[in-house]
């Protein structure tokens, strides 16, 4: 790692499934948050905010965060596959979401939440988490004490945002000339199976 980044572990670094106690929310509370079951967030760190419930009801029985936060799903194969997101765009000041994701929380003055969340996204991440998964084939999760205790190069705060600002312009750019490509491929699909219906349905000599 650079000379000026200093190795640390992530529990030095973000709190790790922080607990409703630091809530300034009350569990009875009428208000309405999101919530995200697992096939709301997808692999690419979007998700979807269309559902949402009153607080009391969302209280007990799964998994709490905020706005800013970071979510990694902890099940096979969804860990695998890289769903997870960063919780910068909630609708909501706090949500709730299955209680197979995993939660980071950036501290102001060791870490910024989108650099923790591309650091979720990284192959050392991904690989190592998966050997340290546990279960019964099918149901295999990766537990707390790997996040806590994987160490990575941390750069400052500010080098942090700069790396996170990078990563989302080149992503945003790369997603949407996949996008294109795809378009590209429907478009081509069609024009194949046109070129078929015309062949077979009026020959080669149309006219």
Not at 146 to 151: A, T, V
Request: hydrophobic share 35%.
């Amino acid at each position: 790692i650079p000379e000026d980044w200093e190795a640390s572990k992530l529990k030095y670094r973000a709190c790790i499934n922080p607990t409703k106690a630091v809530s300034s929310f009350s569990k009875d509370s009428d208000e309405l948050a999101v919530f995200l079951p697992m096939e709301k967030v997808e692999t690419d760190g979007s998700y979807l905010t269309d559902i949402r419930k009153p607080i009391k009801e969302l209280w007990n029985g799964f998994t709490y965060f905020e706005k800013g936060d970071t979510i990694i799903a902890k099940i096979t194969p969804c860990f695998e596959n890289g769903k997870g997101a960063f919780l910068g765009e909630l609708d909501t000041d706090i949500g709730f979401g299955s209680t197979e994701f995993h939660v980071l929380r950036a501290t102001s003055n060791k870490s910024r939440g989108r650099y923790l969340y591309y650091m979720t996204k990284s192959d050392l991440f991904r690989q190592m988490g998966a050997t340290f998964m546990y279960g019964a084939a099918g149901q295999k999760r990766v537990p707390t004490e790997f996040i806590e205790d994987f160490e990575i190069g941390f750069p400052s705060c500010d080098e942090q945002q700069a790396i996170a600002d990078h990563l989302d312009a080149k992503t945003a750019l790369i997603d949407a000339l996949i996008s294109k490509k795809r378009r590209q491929i429907e478009l081509l699909t069609e024009q194949r199976q046109a070129v078929i219906n015309q062949a077979v349905t009026k020959g080669l000599e149309p006219k």
